[in-house]
């Protein structure tokens, strides 16, 4: 499963390559569950995920609070293997 993010412009946009078909489209939410002021939404998206304020490492061996589709999409990609992993009968791509 190839998982991408669906950008970061708060348009109606058509995104690539999450836009592609077999693409996993991530865009964001915010913490209360609404779409994130900045994440973009067309037909294309398949998912939400929280993409607001997520804690993420970064140089220097310190932490800082970030916000994009690009911090959605792990979240995306984790529930989806989860998922995946419970069933086995899923086609795989290959």
Known sequence: LIVAAAGNNNQYLIYYPAAYDG???VAA???????AYFTNYHYKIDVSAPGVEILSTVPDNE????SGTSMASPVAAAVAACAASRRRQW???R
């Not at 939410?29 to 779409?35: A, I, L, Y």
């Not at 932490?63 to 970030?66: A, D, I, L, S, T």
């Open 29 to 35: 939410v915010d913490s209360e569950d609404k779409r």
């Open 23 to 25: 693409v996993l489209s």
């Open 91 to 93: 086609p795989r791509v």
């Open 63 to 66: 932490y800082r609070k970030m």
